[in-house]
């Protein structure tokens, strides 16, 4: 069968319709679900057909919203919350052993969640908030359940990691500041450049994992594309999507920007967690629904910054991630 035509105003329901048959019977975690976010309409797009959908939050209220909400629209859907908060190493080590401890594999992770863009703040691992929360806690979420992962492989389905990335990964120049990734500078800190660089190591990091996973574990990237979602109207961002050009003075979406529904902006993860076409293409950057590695600015397509922020992440978790 041919593969179906996806594009900019593809939803993710229609691309969940279209793979219905390699979504059943897989068991899919993803952070950041709340309620009026791109990962609310990847969970209910995928839990419809699912066989178990975990969803994350850091808030238990808003985790038990978006739960409570899933559940109401698909009745017959299987969702469990998981409460992690994504700035800690040592919440997303209680978060994986739970995880760890129920009998179910894991097929896919997908890591949606992500930090305000807003003034700078230190983690309780004295990490820089939007680069631990984007980067380094789910770089060590995915080392702790790789091994449940691997477990799904099969020559016939290899499991899959999702690194929702953006388009602004080039708003740092160098990609990632390997200086300050482990050591971060509040006299330096400029919250866009904070961005791009947690961006870019998503994109650098799914690379990576694909390379050292030798086709056991393929994982890749993305722009979901615009999309006014809680993190975009979050009064620490407002500022700086005007500087972007994406919000107007008050806050309003600018017309000149093509934006997407949230169910839109969910459509090119649900095709990076399972359209089989992709199978032979690990490590790619999609855009839109398709693979789109023209558009990776050089230094987040860069192997030599791959295998060097694996490694420094290796250091900053004190782990090694290994297969």
């Not at 975690?29 to 850091?58: C, E, M, Q, W």
């Not at 389905?157 to 482990?182: Q, W």
């Not at 076409?277 to 397509?301: H, T, W």
Request: proline share 7%.
């Amino acid at each position: 069968m041919a593969r179906p035509t996806f594009g900019f105003a593809t939803t993710a329901e229609e691309v969940a319709s279209a793979f219905e048959g390699k979504i059943r019977g897989k068991n899919v975690l993803i952070t950041g679900t709340s309620l009026n976010g791109i990962g609310f309409d990847t969970a209910r797009a995928i839990a419809k057909y699912a066989n178990l959908v975990i969803i994350t939050g850091h808030n238990p209220d808003r985790l038990k919203a978006a739960e409570q909400a899933l559940k109401t629209q698909l009745p017959s859907a299987n969702v469990r919350p998981l409460l992690v908060d994504l700035s800690s190493l040592a919440s997303a080590r209680r978060a994986a052993a739970e995880v760890n401890a129920s009998p179910e594999p894991l097929h896919v992770i997908i890591h949606n969640a992500a930090a305000t863009i807003g003034p700078f703040k230190l983690t309780p691992d004295n990490l820089e908030s939007q680069v631990a929360t984007g980067h380094v806690v789910p770089f060590l979420l995915t080392k702790l359940l790789a091994p449940k992962l691997l477990a799904t492989h099969t020559p016939t389905y290899t499991p899959r990691v999702i690194f929702v990335s953006s388009a602004g990964h080039n708003l740092y120049h160098a990609g990632v500041n390997f200086d300050t990734l482990g050591n971060p500078d509040r006299e330096g800190y400029v919250p866009l450049e904070a961005y791009g660089q947690a961006k870019s190591a998503n994109i650098l990091a799914a690379i990576e994992l694909s390379k050292r996973a030798g086709g056991r574990i393929n994982a890749f990237s993305l722009h979901p594309g615009f999309i006014y979602t809680n993190i975009i109207q979050h009064p620490d961002s407002l500022a700086h999507m005007n500087t972007l050009g994406a919000l107007d003075p008050e806050g309003r979406p600018r017309e000149s920007v093509q934006w997407k529904t949230a169910a839109q902006g969910a459509a090119t993860t649900l095709v990076a967690a399972f359209d089989p076409s992709l199978n032979e293409k690990a490590g790619s950057y999609l855009n839109d629904c398709v693979v789109a590695n023209d558009l990776i600015d050089p230094p987040s397509s860069d192997p030599a910054n791959a295998a060097r922020l694996w490694s420094l992440t290796e250091v900053i978790i004190g782990e090694k991630f290994t297969f």
